[in-house]
């Protein structure tokens, strides 16, 4: 009996979802009953928001080695730029132009519909109590930047330095510069240097799961630390989130893309999608778009009837550097959370969210859970309490399947686009 009760034998997700549910259950019956009892106070501050603290940390630590491996290996996965030519170039502005649009979809239903609003002036003077300093105490990330300011420091004058200071936008171009170094250089030693990257990259992820593996208690723990001090009202923004992520998500797949694989593809949108169902189906499943990088080929060369040499090049790099889904969902994240914790970002923070987002969709790991470390950084930037990606984490397994079938799909219509314009030509 004890062992099919065993949380060891069921899947990870699962055991996130049951960790978050009963964070969530016993934080409102430990509001309710104890309210602001001194004991429930003290149980809190040395027990419960520790375990959560030091999860975010965890997470933190892997974000500068994980960002630059993934951007240099992005980057350097393009191959030689001059002989890809054309196809390349064609891949990477799909890739920025989308993304864009997909992050925009994203930022404005969040401004228009305001998601993370709604609570009391109570409840959130007794969120903030304290978050501020305790996310200081996490990251030290320097205030974003603006104007022309911004346009000369996103170039580093010592990476080193940007990285133990948290400017990631720094860090991501330093780690830009280094992958199309790799790709210029011709030597056996830039080679070499390309596969101490990547077992960067691979130890990183191997670490990340390491830590995502305990992330049914710190999840438990966050959300414990959320509901025991705000009661049930966190749950009413918490469907109110999940309900402007899924609706951005559905307008970027029903009708950016289809736009784009109708009058950019020459082909129906109808037909499209039901070609690709496969695909969508491995997405969803397995939450992770390198997952389904088989399938999606399969897909292509089989269902869409594409050239082999071009879906093969679109949809491997793709399934790492076009991660539409995945760009979304941080910039919606990153709004929710400063409007949930009453930090007001000007327009050109926003700007500069987009921006990031932007290039952490071609780095973001391809795989369950890729993006935390990354909404991670861009909080601690834009000076937005960590804590509140407790809330995040207990309904990200779900929104991470939605989000992967975007970001597939997206890999797709760029195979369909870029093969349509390739044959104009011939």
Sequence with gaps: ML???????????????????????????????????????????????????????LLLMLVVPLVFAALVLGVAGLGDMRSLGRVGLKTLA????????AVGIGLTLVNVLRPGEGLSDETRARMLAGAQERAAAITSAPAPK????????????????????????????FALMVGVG????????????????????????RLIHLVISFAPIGVGALLFTLTAQLGHEILVQLARYVGVVLLALALH?????????????????????????????????????????????????ENLKLPNRISRFVLTIGSTANQNGTALFEGVTVLFLAQFYNVPLALGDQALVLMICILAGIGTAGIPGGSLPVIAAILGLVHVPLEG??????????????????????????????SHSERERS
């Design 146 to 173: 603006t104007g022309i300011d911004l346009l000369v420091q996103i170039v580093p004058d010592n990476p080193i330095k940007a990285a133990a200071s948290g400017d990631m936008l720094a860090v991501m171009f």
């Design 389 to 418: 990606l407790g809330l995040i984490l207990g309904v990200d397994r779900f929104l991470d399947m939605c989000r992967t079938v975007l970001n597939v799909s997206g890999d797709l219509v760029a195979a369909v686009v870029v």
């Design 94 to 101: 799909y890739t920025v132009t989308v993304s864009a649009i």
């Design 3 to 57: 062992g099919i009760l065993s949380p060891v034998r069921l899947p990870l997700h699962v055991r996130i979802l049951l960790g978050a549910a009963l964070g969530m259950g016993l934080g409102v019956v430990a509001y309710e009953a104890f309210g602001d009892a001194p004991a429930l106070a003290a149980f809190i501050r040395y027990g419960t928001q520790p375990i959560g603290q030091i999860f975010l940390r």
């Design 182 to 205: 790799v790709v210029l250089t011709r030597s056996e030693a830039a080679r070499r240097f390309e596969e101490v990257v990547q077992g960067l990259y691979d130890v990183t992820m």
């Design 253 to 301: 797949q029903f009708v950016v893309y289809s736009l784009a694989v109708r009058f950019l593809g020459g082909m129906s949108p109808l037909v499209f999608f039901k070609a690709i169902e496969a695909a969508m189906v491995t997405a969803f499943s397995t939450a992770s778009s390198n997952a389904t990088l088989p399938t999606a080929l399969q897909v292509a060369e």
